[in-house]
T-cell receptor, first 113, second 114 residues
Framework: AQTVTQSQPEMSVQEAETVTLSCTYD???????LFWYKQPPSRQMILVIR??????QNATENRFSVNFQKAAKSFSLKISDSQLGDAAMYFC??????????FGAGTRLTVKP | EADIYQTPRYLVIGTGKKITLECSQT?????MYWYQQDPGMELHLIHY???????EKGDLSSESTVSRIRTEHFPLTLESARPSHTSQYLC?????????????FGPGTRLTVT
């Protein structure tokens, strides 16, 4: 089964600055999906960005972008121009072909004004 | 915005009570999931369903049970609640449409068993 590792339990960033959250995963498949989810204190899980493994181009959603390194099995999230509302737990997730979805342990992001 | 709902949002209940956590989605998704999450911790899959009359146990052993009689409804039941069941329970649904995989989460139910 695949595993997902987020090595940064906590990160902080100054408002308006850029921060990168790390995620690595282990899988034997060549085709899969990767996701970043955001969970604010209200605890509603929100999809931030998705990446299909067969696409070489890195996904981008406004201020959020990923650095997808398939050979290295790395999937980092970059948040540009950080805002106070970005403060949350961020979960990296891997979806296998059998629809088995695995999550990392999460990274708590603090945004300092 | 995702149309997936969970009730109740918060529940405090005494030991030994039977409880049912409701989850409904209006998107017509076949696949639905229940995750358990302790505060500040990762999510663990406890149940999933690939469609009506389909239910499977997830990675994390759970004393809860689920049913899937209708596509839109995936309730989770605890026959006899215990303090160890205190946790956040997140319901999700997913579908592969138009070349894209979509998974959406409900707002969660925070359960406290006293």
């Amino acid at each position: 089964a695949q595993t997902v590792t987020q090595s940064q339990p906590e990160m902080s960033v100054q408002e308006a600055e850029t921060v990168t959250l790390s995620c690595t995963y282990d899988t034997s498949e060549s085709d899969y999906y990767l996701f970043w989810y955001k969970q604010p204190p209200s605890r509603q899980m929100i999809l931030v960005i998705r990446q299909e493994a067969y696409k070489q181009q890195n996904a981008t959603e406004n201020r959020f972008s990923v650095n997808f390194q398939k050979a290295a099995k790395s999937f980092s999230l970059k948040i540009s121009d950080s805002q106070l509302g970005d403060a949350a737990m961020y979960f990296c997730a891997h979806l296998a072909n059998n629809n088995d979805m695995r999550f990392g342990a999460g990274t708590r992001l603090t945004v300092k004004p | 915005e995702a149309d997936i709902y969970q009730t109740p949002r918060y529940l405090v209940i005494g030991t030994g009570k039977k409880i049912t956590l409701e989850c409904s989605q209006t998107m017509g998704h076949d696949k639905m999931y229940w995750y358990q999450q302790d505060p500040g911790m990762e999510l663990h899959l406890i149940h999933y369903s690939y469609g009506v009359n389909s239910t499977e146990k997830g990675d994390l052993s759970s004393e809860s049970t689920v049913s899937r009689i209708r596509t839109e409804h995936f309730p989770l039941t605890l026959e006899s609640a215990r303090p160890s069941h205190t946790s956040q329970y997140l319901c999700a649904s997913s579908e592969y449409r138009g070349g894209r995989y979509e998974q959406y989460f409900g707002p969660g139910t925070r359960l406290t068993v006293t």
